[in-house]
């Protein structure tokens, strides 16, 4: 019986199940990189994002384009046996830009979240976040804060991508592997603490309005739950993945760890759809986007009745009478 220590880490527990796993990446991949790449099309040359306050969702599908060119990579190791690359150097870079394409999509998601709670649970009241998101150096600022969080996985002691898993750990070991799953587990679970409080806020809100365009309404509801579905589905089963394989592989349970193992892996591979899920939610929900992407590449006898959908959370106007007088709220994100 061989002890934890032993373990080839990098060699997958099942052939059949990873090459599966690596089929499912590349049909990520396809469906994922013209998807984005359409995207960045439309945001650059037709949309001019950097024109319509668009900055943060911009941010938000480079680090999905970033992460969907990572999985051929990944998709290939999986299919020639391996969990990760057994270059070290390889290894390490690929999982340090996961870490950071994850927590940029994750963070500027946040704070376009943030910013629709204010625009519609307070509105009226002054919102900083409004005001950072037109600067470009409010965003370079982010990923550059986000940078020192991937260098646990660049340390020599981070043997193919492991965690936690050595027979013999010394301190530094300890505190470097340990940093690495607290950056982990926090940058999914309080995002999503604070998604959860946003979006409620923003449910019970609209609900409050009995007057005005109730299907539009609606529609900016399902849009708000939609998002927290999208998250829960992406991030947390890979979160709980993670923390059943951490203590199962802390107890030295060796057959119950090559379950665990195939398990998380078989869930990030869930989370990668994310790069396919996010431009139909953040950004279709932006009506000016929706218009600019349907009239460059849908048929033109479709865009008419596209483009007329009320299907956004980008502007969600209410006329109520007040005296007499129209007035207007609008929900911009």
């Known amino acids: 019986m061989y002890t934890n220590g032993t373990i080839d880490h990098c060699r997958v527990p099942d052939n059949a199940t990873y090459q599966t796993l690596s089929c499912l990446m590349m049909g990520e991949f396809v469906l994922g990189l013209p998807l984005n790449l359409s995207v960045l099309y439309v945001f650059i040359f037709r949309f001019k994002f950097w024109k319509n306050k668009s900055i943060f969702l911009f941010n938000i599908v480079v680090a999905d384009f970033l992460l969907v060119v990572c999985l051929p990579a990944e998709a290939y190791h999986y299919w020639n046996g391996t969990r990760r690359s057994k270059n070290p150097v390889v290894c390490k870079l690929m999982l340090s830009m996961l870490f950071l394409n994850r927590g940029a999509s994750i963070a500027f998601l946040i704070i376009l979240s943030i910013d629709r709670y204010f625009n519609v649970v307070h509105l009226g009241r002054k919102n900083l976040v409004k005001v950072l998101k037109k600067s470009p150096q409010i965003s370079i600022l982010i990923w550059l804060l986000l940078l020192p969080l991937t260098i646990p996985t660049m340390v020599e002691t981070f043997e193919c991508c492991n965690s936690h898993g050595r027979a013999v750990e010394t301190y530094y070991h300890d505190v470097t592997d340990t940093f690495r799953e607290v950056v982990f587990?926090?940058?999914i679970v309080i995002p999503f603490i604070i998604l959860v409080y946003c979006s409620v806020r923003i449910v019970n809100r609209l609900?409050?309005?009995?007057?005005?365009?109730?299907t539009?309404?609606?529609?900016?509801?399902?849009?708000?739950?939609?998002?927290?579905?999208v998250f829960s589905i992406c991030f947390l089963p890979c979160t709980i993945g993670r923390a059943v394989l951490l203590a199962v592989r802390l107890q030295n349970w060796l057959k119950e760890e090559e379950v665990a193992v195939q398990v998380y892996d078989g869930l990030m591979v869930l989370s990668y759809i994310d790069c396919l899920l996010d431009p139909l939610i953040y950004c279709f929900c932006n009506s000016g986007f929706k218009?600019?992407?349907?009239?460059?590449?849908?048929p033109t006898c479709l865009q008419k009745r596209?483009?007329?959908?009320?299907?956004?959370?980008?502007t969600?106007?209410?006329?109520?009478?007040?005296?007499?007088?129209?007035?207007t709220d609008k929900f911009s994100t």
């Open 316 to 327: 969600t106007e209410t006329h109520t009478m007040s005296g007499g007088r129209t007035t």
């Open 185 to 187: 587990f926090t940058q």
């Open 306 to 314: 596209l483009i007329n959908s009320d299907f956004t959370l980008g």
């Open 216 to 229: 539009k309404l609606r529609r900016a509801v399902w849009v708000v739950m939609s998002v927290v579905v």
């Open 207 to 214: 609900r409050k309005k009995t007057v005005g365009e109730k």
């Open 291 to 298: 218009d600019a992407y349907i009239s460059t590449f849908c």
